[in-house]
C-alpha cells in the first residue's frame, strides 16, 4: 500500500484507492491509502510548524533541494513516464513528455529561487527610500486534477517550495502514482519533515478539511462548478485563492491558411491526449472558403487516428481516463447528433484486446454555437466544427464562450493574425499552432470564466506564491 506523507511519517489508512490501468482494467497500479479529514488538518499543523524553518533556508539551499529533485524526475522519466501512462491514459511519448517537463519545471524554479524578485526605490519624500520585498504566502494548499498527473502538481508544488512556503497537495483520486513518486523524490532530495504533504483521497471530504484546517493560500485546477465553490469558501476565509478551471478552446481556420498545417493543428489540439486537455481545440470554426477543404481532409486524418494502449508504440489516442469520462462523452456524442449535428466520424466506443475505456475520437461537422457540444467543456476526443462567413463571423463565434483560456487561429496573412492576437478574449493565444502545447517558462492562464487569480508558471507564478512588504526607510 503506498501511503500519504505527513510530516515526513508515511502515513497508511485502512482504505485503499486501487489505481487500475485505463488501457487494461486487469493491470492495477497499486493501491493508496486514502486519507481521513484528521489526516489533513495533521498535513496542514505539519506544514504550518514547518514553515519558519524553510523560509529561514538560503535560496541556496531550496535551489539544491529543487534542482535535485529535477534531476532525478529527468533521469527516471521512461520509468515515471510509463507509470503515468499506466494510471491515466495518455501514450507514453506524451506520458515521457510530461515528466520531463515536470524535471524541467522544477529546474525553472532552482532558478527563480536565486533571482531577485525585490525592488529598491527612492522615496518621494526627502531623505526616504523604498524597499519592496516579496515574502512567501505561507501554508499553501494544491489541489489538482487527473489530466496532468505530474506536470501540475510539479509547477504548482516547485514556485511554492522556491520562494519558502510550505505544502499540503491533494492529487486527484484517479491518478496517486504519479504524486506519490513526486513526494518520494522530494522527500528524499532534502526537503525537512513537514514542508510538503501527501494527502490522497476524495476531494470532497479533504478539500473542505483542507480549508478548514487553515491554509494562507489554495491554488487549484478542475472543473469549474468545484473551482466556484472553492472561490467562495475561500473569499468568507481569506484565503488567496489562484483558479484554473478549463476551457472551450476556438482554432480559427482562414480563409487563407495552408490546409495541411491547419488540419494537423486541429488533430493534435482536438484529439491528442485523447482530448482531455484544459487548452484542447474542441470548436473548430472554420471560414466558407476552406470550410468543404478543411472538413474533407479532417474527417479522412480523424478517422485513420489510432486509439490503442496507451503504452504500444503505434498508438496515437490513449483511451479516456475513466469510466464516468467515457459514458459522459458518449452522451455528449449522442447529444450532438440529437442536436443535428453531423457526426462524420467517429464516437462510438471501442472494444481493444485489453478491456479499458477507449472511443474512436469523434468529429461532428455542421454545428451551430448554441449545441451543447460548442458550448460545454467535454473534455474528451469529440471537437465540433462550426462554418463562418468570414474572419469577422469567425471571431465573434470564437469568443462566443464563457471559456477563456487558448485561442488559435491558422493563417498566413501577419494583419489577421495580428487582429486575432489583439481580440482573442483569451489568456494564450496560438498562431499556426495547436492550441494546446505550451512552455514551461511562461506565464499559463486563461480569462472569463476559465481562471482567477494570478497566473501560473514562468516569472509570474511569483505573484502568487509571495505575498509584497513595503517598507519605508528615513536615512
Ligand atoms: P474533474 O471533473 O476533472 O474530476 P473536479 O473539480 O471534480 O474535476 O476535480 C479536480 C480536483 O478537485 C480533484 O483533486 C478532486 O478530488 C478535487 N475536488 C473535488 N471536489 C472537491 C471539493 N468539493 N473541494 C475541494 N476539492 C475537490
Not at 481521513?36 to 531550496?62: E, I
Not at 513516464?81 to 524541467?104: C, D, H, I, N, S
Not at 492529487?171 to 502514482?177: C, K, R, Y
Not at 476526443?381 to 462567413?389: N, S, W
Amino acid at each position: 500500500m503506498f501511503c500519504n506523507l505527513i510530516d515526513g511519517q508515511w502515513r497508511g489508512s485502512g482504505h485503499a484507492i486501487v489505481n487500475r490501468n485505463p488501457s487494461d482494467l486487469h493491470d492495477v497500479v497499486g493501491e493508496f491509502a486514502t486519507a481521513s479529514a484528521g489526516d489533513m488538518r495533521d498535513a496542514v499543523a505539519a506544514a504550518r510548524a514547518a514553515l519558519p524553518g524553510w523560509r529561514a533556508t538560503t535560496v541556496q539551499q531550496r535551489a539544491d533541494i529543487l534542482d535535485a529533485a529535477g534531476s532525478e524526475i529527468l533521469a527516471r522519466k521512461q520509468e515515471l513516464g510509463t507509470l503515468l501512462a499506466r494510471e491515466e491514459g495518455k501514450t507514453l511519448a506524451e506520458a515521457v513528455g510530461e515528466v520531463a517537463r515536470a524535471g524541467q519545471i522544477f529546474k525553472f524554479f532552482a532558478g527563480e529561487a536565486l533571482r531577485g524578485h525585490g525592488e529598491w526605490l527612492d522615496s518621494v519624500r526627502p531623505g526616504v527610500e523604498v524597499a519592496i520585498s516579496r515574502e512567501p504566502v505561507g501554508v499553501v494548499g494544491l489541489i489538482t486534477p487527473w489530466n496532468f498527473p505530474i506536470a501540475i502538481p510539479a509547477w504548482k508544488a516547485a514556485p511554492a517550495l522556491a520562494f519558502g512556503n510550505t505544502v499540503v497537495l491533494k492529487p486527484a483520486e484517479l491518478v496517486p502514482a504519479s504524486s506519490w513518486a513526486l513526494a518520494d523524490i522530494l522527500q528524499r532530495a532534502g526537503l525537512p519533515d513537514g514542508v510538503f504533504n501527501l494527502v490522497l483521497g476524495s476531494g470532497r471530504v479533504l478539500g473542505p478539511a483542507m480549508l478548514e484546517a487553515g491554509i494562507d493560500a489554495l491554488s487549484f485546477t478542475g472543473s469549474q462548478a468545484t473551482g466556484q465553490a472553492l472561490a467562495a469558501d475561500c473569499a468568507a476565509r481569506g484565503i488567496k485563492l489562484q483558479l484554473e478551471m478549463g476551457g472551450k478552446n476556438p482554432l480559427l481556420v482562414a480563409d487563407d491558411a495552408r490546409l495541411e498545417q491547419a488540419v494537423e493543428c486541429a488533430i493534435n489540439g482536438a484529439f491528442y491526449s485523447t482530448g482531455q486537455r484544459c487548452t484542447a481545440s474542441s470548436r473548430l470554426i472554420v471560414c466558407a472558403g476552406i470550410y468543404d477543404a478543411f472538413v474533407a481532409r479532417l474527417a479522412e486524418r480523424t478517422a485513420a487516428l489510432r486509439v490503442g494502449h496507451a503504452l504500444a508504440p503505434d498508438t496515437q489516442i490513449g483511451p479516456v481516463a475513466s469510466e464516468v469520462q467515457l459514458a459522459a462523452n458518449l452522451r455528449y456524442v449522442a447529444q450532438g447528433q440529437a442536436e443535428g449535428a453531423s457526426l462524420l466520424c467517429g464516437g462510438d466506443a471501442l472494444q481493444l484486446a485489453t478491456p479499458g475505456y477507449y472511443q474512436q475520437p469523434a468529429l461532428f461537422a455542421g454545428c451551430t454555437a448554441q449545441m451543447a457540444i460548442s458550448r460545454e467543456e467535454i473534455f474528451g476526443p469529440v471537437a465540433a466544427v462550426l462554418r463562418a462567413d468570414g474572419y469577422e463571423h469567425a471571431l465573434a463565434l470564437a469568443n462566443d464562450t464563457p471559456y477563456g483560456l487558448a485561442a488559435g487561429i491558422c493563417t498566413q496573412s501577419l494583419a489577421l493574425a495580428t487582429h486575432f492576437r489583439r481580440h482573442a478574449e483569451a489568456g494564450m493565444v496560438m498562431v499556426n499552432l495547436p492550441t494546446a502545447g505550451v512552455d514551461y517558462h511562461v506565464p499559463f492562464g486563461g480569462r472569463k470564466g476559465s481562471s482567477l487569480g494570478p497566473r501560473e508558471q514562468g516569472r509570474h507564478a511569483v505573484e502568487f506564491y509571495t505575498t509584497v512588504k513595503t517598507a519605508y526607510l528615513g536615512l
